[in-house]
């Protein structure tokens, strides 16, 4: 049976190579002819084709099975998935540290804290817990002291019991995770919406009702793959753009 033919890529050795492989492997599945076959190579074919091990090489396929672009069956072979859903966002790898440079820099004023049931719409980080601490953090800019984006997050409860409020004050609850109540951060994933100001934004922020705002939420994970915090953040649209850069070589 004829097997799809990716392109070929040119390894960058900043990144990671799985996930180099994953993504140019992507770009083939999802700019494929309708006549191409559906039936990828097999993983040692794959990995001679990149240039990697078959171990780097199975990692990157597990993340376009966990995608939904192809799916493997035992002693059949892989598959590309022809209905897969082509709007699936692509994961773009940082350094937890950027994040960390990211919401620093400003004056914090916390508004409140305490216990909550989990949210509905936060159940799927949750899922083992019925309670979560929360923190709502007010930044502002140290210059001129107007408001840029007001925060909450939603933390473990096991977590929240080792947090000094005041530590909240100086640094990004990411800091105080890692640095000081020693979280074993592995990633933190970041999903940034347009939104209109609803009236406590409005208030907050000191904009209009319905004023564009960026609505930005990150969950930061374990070692274990374990949700350790939810940071839901609405930023001041006339203050604020996200930009990646990715690098060509």
């Known amino acids: 049976m004829t097997s799809f033919a990716p392109d070929s890529i040119v390894l960058n050795r900043k990144l990671p190579l799985w996930y180099q492989v994953s993504q140019s492997l992507r770009a083939s599945i999802l700019g494929r002819s309708p006549q191409d076959p559906l039936r990828l190579p097999t993983e040692e074919q794959l990995a001679g084709h990149y240039g990697v091990s078959v171990l780097t090489m199975r990692q990157a396929l597990k993340e376009l099975e966990d995608e939904g672009l192809i799916s493997r069956h035992r002693r059949r072979g892989t598959f590309i998935e022809p209905h897969a859903r082509r709007g699936s966002p692509v994961r773009l790898l940082g350094s ?22 989990v949210p509905s719409e936060l159940a799927e980080y949750f899922t083992d817990v019925r309670e979560v601490s929360t923190y709502h953090r007010l930044r502002s800019d140290e210059k001129t002291g107007e408001p840029t984006n007001h925060a909450r997050n939603y933390v473990r409860p096991e977590l929240a019991a080792r947090i000094d409020l005041d530590d909240l004050v ?15 951060i592995s990633r933190i994933t970041d999903t940034v919406e347009a939104r209109l100001a609803d009236p406590e934004t409005s208030k907050l922020l000191q904009v209009p009702l319905l004023s564009p705002i960026l ?35």
Request: hydrophobic letters at 40%; charged letters at 20%.
């Open 96 to 117: 937890v540290d950027a994040i960390v440079a990211q919401q620093s820099g400003m004056t914090t004023e916390l508004l409140d804290h305490g216990s909550t049931p």
């Open 170 to 184: 100086r640094w990004p609850m990411t800091k105080v995770l890692r640095d000081v109540v020693g979280a074993d």
């Open 215 to 249: 609505h930005y939420t990150g969950v930061t994970y374990d070692v274990d793959g374990r949700p350790l915090d939810v940071a839901v953040i609405h930023y001041r649209g006339d203050r604020f753009s996200f930009t990646v850069t990715l690098d060509a070589t």
